[in-house]
């Protein structure tokens, strides 16, 4: 399994004068590094790249900046899914331009939108017309795409395994793979071991964090069923430490996390790794 982290641990904004961060997260013990893009988010993308390539960074990009709530390939308005898959191109290029990996997320709707209703029978099949054809634009070049399931407090769409995996059915596309957070999961199931095995075929990466988006271990995480059943799997892909760094101004409050969880990025990170690395020895 390869570790990385979101850069969410460090800055509130990707920038080039944030590029050093990439040989603190490589010195760190990281392989893979997760940079938010949005419509406030300016960079080189070039010299990201480069520094990247240089250090053996894989990258993966996902949108966290700003993103217009127009821009929604679920919406009930044909203008506005329209609109979100030009929006979702334009980062697919970022992503290519970065030489990333993958371009990850909630890009089935929009994320804080909830709408309480019961869902339309169209509605899966207008989100997976869309996502069939970001797909392949992203193929095109040189991406792939994986939904994250969110709880039902960000998204009314997709808040289960069993969910993401029908909308991955219905897109039918062999570039479209599945993220799971466990953030967002200890909301939405009681058995993250089956959760692990629906997910499988289409696992791409894991967002690790305790239930309160703090350091993994002494929350209610179940850690060792995890790795147990990624084992199990054959799951070798990434794991991602994520949280939003509290010692920025407001910015984890603006995120809605009203606690000190993440004061510091590394010290996450070494924290992380260090629990997630001892309770995989142990599978």
């Not at 760094?245 to 260090?274: L, R, W």
């Amino acid at each position: 399994m390869n570790f990385g982290a979101h850069c969410y641990l460090f800055t509130d904004r990707w920038s080039d004068k944030e590029l050093p961060l990439l040989d603190r997260a490589r010195a760190l013990g990281l392989t893979m590094f997760e940079i938010a893009v949005g419509d406030d988010v300016h960079f080189d993308y070039r010299r990201t790249a480069d520094r990247a390539k240089a250090l053996g960074l894989d990258l993966i990009v996902s949108p966290g900046g700003v993103w217009p709530s127009a821009c929604d390939l679920s919406s009930d308005n044909a203008d506005e899914r329209k609109l979100g898959l030009a929006w979702h191109t334009r980062q697919i290029d970022i992503a290519a331009e970065l030489g990333a990996q993958a371009y990850a997320g909630a890009l089935y709707g929009h994320p804080g939108t909830v709408k309480r209703r019961r869902p339309p029978d169209e509605e899966y099949h207008r989100i997976a017309e869309g996502l069939h054809a970001l797909a392949e634009y992203a193929h095109r070049a040189g991406v792939v795409l994986a939904l994250e399931p969110m709880s039902h407090f960000r998204t009314h769409l997709v808040n289960t395994p069993e969910q993401v995996m029908r909308l991955i059915s219905l897109a039918d596309h062999a570039g479209i793979f599945a993220l799971l957070d466990t953030y967002h999961m200890v909301t939405e199931i009681r058995d993250f071991a089956a959760a692990i095995r629906t997910l499988a075929p289409r696992l791409y990466a894991l967002h690790a964090c305790e239930n309160d988006r703090g350091v993994p271990g002494g929350g209610l995480i179940p850690w060792q069923t995890i790795f147990q059943t990624l084992h199990e799997v054959g799951f070798d892909g990434y794991i991602g430490l994520e949280a939003y760094n509290s010692s920025i101004g407001d910015f984890a409050y603006e995120h809605g996390m009203f606690h000190d969880v993440c004061p510091d990025g590394a010290a996450f990170i070494t924290q992380g790794m260090k629990y997630l690395r001892s309770v995989q020895l142990q599978k």
